[in-house]
């Protein structure tokens, strides 16, 4: 008699993952994914996901050996990021996360369209926001979005207009994209605390007043996190983000012989 030895199915800890999650939702439907890669043996791919939503599933994931995932949102600096998941005997790759990159072409030389506009025609279309990437805003040349492959179709059928503008939409090469890569300013700082909004102030070279209206506003994030308490702490390691102004990193904190903080910042623009 032929001996056939028994695979043990592994079950993933779907109550462990939830109790301490902070993004449950986003969790659970990763987790639900997860659950079908491991039936299947197949390679299964998440919508896309927020910064906190991903680097917390990839913090909750990373503890188990029994599956692995790799993460794309089209290029490398992408925010918003897709996850393929797979049994860990199977290979993955980058590559094998699918996302589609689309043209949304117009004249927008009267009528300037902002990131917010592009997603709410796409989201006017009928889609959902986890189908929808980054959105690249051209100026006046329009913008270029990414999202999942399926759709394209039915956006280049759908998507006719941005606010007043007439647009033609098609599907390009990833290579296509209009990406422009980062520049960094190294900066360094003194201040009385650690405290959000003397720090982000410092590292976007503007008023304290100013920042703490922005920060008060919901315009300012740390480690992709809204955070609307100006008095907030910050820390070594931490990234301020504040859209279309860029990033700031907190670097290296050390004490002066006057009990002040010595503070390093990276800039990204």
Same mark, same amino acid.
């Given at each position: 008699m032929?001996f056939?030895?028994? $695979?043990t199915?592994?079950m993933?800890?779907?109550?462990?993952?939830?109790k301490?999650? %902070?993004?449950?939702?986003?969790m659970?439907r990763?987790?639900d994914?997860?659950d079908?890669a491991?039936?299947?043996?197949?390679v299964?791919?998440?919508?896309?996901?927020s910064p906190?939503?991903y680097?917390?599933?990839?913090q909750?994931?990373?503890r188990?050996? %029994?599956?692995?995932l790799?993460?794309s949102g089209?290029?490398?600096?992408a925010?918003?990021?897709?996850?393929?998941i797979a049994r860990?005997?199977l290979p993955?790759?980058?590559d094998?996360?699918e996302?589609?990159a689309?043209?949304?072409?117009?004249n927008f030389l009267?009528d300037l369209?902002?990131h917010? *506009?592009f997603l709410g025609?796409?989201?006017?279309?009928g889609?959902?926001?986890? #189908?929808?990437g980054?959105?690249?805003?051209?100026?006046?040349?329009?913008?270029?979005?990414?999202v999942?492959? *399926?759709?394209? *179709?039915?956006l280049?059928?759908?998507?006719?207009?941005v606010?007043?503008v007439p647009?033609?939409?098609?599907? $390009?090469e990833?290579?296509?994209? #209009?990406?422009? %890569?980062?520049? #960094?300013?190294?900066l360094?700082?003194?201040?009385?605390s650690?405290?959000?909004?003397? $720090?982000a102030?410092?590292?976007?070279?503007?008023s304290r007043?100013k920042?703490?209206?922005?920060?008060?506003g919901?315009?300012?994030?740390?480690?992709?996190?809204d $955070?609307?308490n100006?008095?907030h702490?910050?820390k070594?390691? *931490?990234?301020?983000?504040i859209?279309?102004?860029?990033?700031?990193e907190?670097g290296e904190v050390?004490?002066?012989?006057k009990?002040r903080?010595?503070?390093?910042?990276t800039?990204?623009?």
């Amino acid at each position: 008699m032929e001996f056939c030895p028994r $695979i043990t199915e592994f079950m993933l800890p779907r109550d462990e993952l939830l109790k301490t999650a %902070e993004n449950r939702e986003a969790m659970a439907r990763v987790i639900d994914r997860a659950d079908q890669a491991i039936k299947t043996w197949e390679v299964v791919q998440t919508d896309f996901l927020s910064p906190p939503e991903y680097l917390e599933v990839q913090q909750a994931f990373g503890r188990l050996t %029994e599956i692995h995932l790799v993460m794309s949102g089209g290029y490398p600096q992408a925010e918003r990021q897709r996850i393929a998941i797979a049994r860990a005997e199977l290979p993955l790759d980058p590559d094998q996360v699918e996302v589609a990159a689309l043209e949304i072409a117009g004249n927008f030389l009267f009528d300037l369209a902002t990131h917010r *506009d592009f997603l709410g025609a796409l989201l006017g279309t009928g889609i959902v926001r986890d #189908k929808v990437g980054d959105i690249i805003v051209l100026g006046e040349r329009g913008a270029q979005a990414i999202v999942v492959p *399926d759709l394209v *179709d039915f956006l280049e059928m759908n998507l006719k207009q941005v606010r007043s503008v007439p647009v033609k939409t098609q599907r $390009i090469e990833l290579s296509e994209l #209009k990406i422009r %890569e980062p520049k #960094k300013k190294e900066l360094t700082t003194v201040e009385a605390s650690l405290r959000l909004d003397a $720090i982000a102030s410092a590292g976007f070279g503007m008023s304290r007043n100013k920042m703490t209206e922005m920060i008060s506003g919901g315009d300012v994030r740390v480690n992709w996190k809204d $955070i609307t308490n100006p008095s907030h702490q910050v820390k070594a390691g *931490d990234l301020i983000a504040i859209r279309g102004k860029g990033r700031v990193e907190v670097g290296e904190v050390a004490i002066t012989k006057k009990d002040r903080y010595r503070v390093q910042l990276t800039r990204f623009v």
